[in-house]
């Protein structure tokens, strides 16, 4: 069983949809990050958080420590959110990232 | 803020052969970590550098090595490539201090490939 789980694998939706991806890990946690990469590779931060929740724009991460669990939102969503949305933990005595295996997003117009 | 640049972006290697890679760090950053991506997979850690050392490591063979320069920048490198190399590696420089890693930056990675 991977250390970081994420649902879906693989999500589509139409122009203007609310998505919703999810994390659930099972180690003990400094910080949780949901990155975005697009189909050249590289990595982007959106968020970095360690408890409760946090807005940026159009989307917002949640996390709930006590279920190990993590949410990301992204409200009127738009094609150009297509990507890979990926959960990253640091490890709580190392900081080490350790990663989901990410969630493919499609927004359709 | 400078960003972190990988390079090269592409690179086509025969097995058997040494490849090595390049990453800067983020201005103010002091921490760099590897991280190999197969196709379809989430990023798997190699090894993170700090202040120049090795500061943790994966499950990676010996023959991934790397290297902290005094401004902060990385090489890793692979000796006696395999196929199984293949992959998107990718390069985060980071700030660490007494309470923690903060502000991962990531690069846009080196695609190997393994012929």
């Known amino acids: 069983k991977n250390e970081v789980e994420q649902s879906p694998q693989n999500l589509t939706a139409q122009e203007g949809e609310f998505i919703t991806i999810n994390c659930s890990y099972s180690?003990?946690?400094?910080?949780l990050h949901w990155l975005q990469q697009h189909p050249g590779g590289g990595i982007v931060s959106l968020f970095m958080l360690s408890s409760g929740k946090k807005k940026h724009g159009r989307l917002i991460a949640t996390i709930n420590i006590q279920e190990k669990h993590s949410s990301l939102h992204i409200t009127a969503s738009h094609p150009r959110d297509s990507a890979v949305y990926i959960c990253a933990v640091s490890l709580y005595n190392t900081d080490k990232l350790i990663f989901g295996t990410g969630t493919r997003l499609q927004v359709f117009p | 803020e400078t960003g972190v640049t990988q390079s090269p972006t592409h690179l086509i290697k025969t097995r058997g052969q040494q490849v090595t890679l390049r990453c800067s760090s983020q201005s103010g950053h002091n921490t760099v970590s590897w991280y190999q991506q197969a196709l379809g997979q989430g990023p798997q850690f190699i090894f993170q550098y700090y202040r120049e050392e090795e500061n943790g490591r994966g499950n990676f063979p010996p023959r991934f090595s790397g290297l902290q320069f005094p401004n902060y920048s990385s090489e890793l490198n692979v000796n006696a490539l395999e196929l199984d190399d293949s992959a998107l590696y990718l390069c985060?420089?980071?700030?660490?201090?007494?309470?923690?890693?903060?502000?991962?930056?990531f690069g846009s990675g080196t695609r190997l490939t393994v012929v």
């Open positions: 180690v003990g946690i400094s910080a």
């Open positions: 985060a420089s980071s700030y660490l201090g007494g309470a923690g890693n903060y502000g991962y930056t």
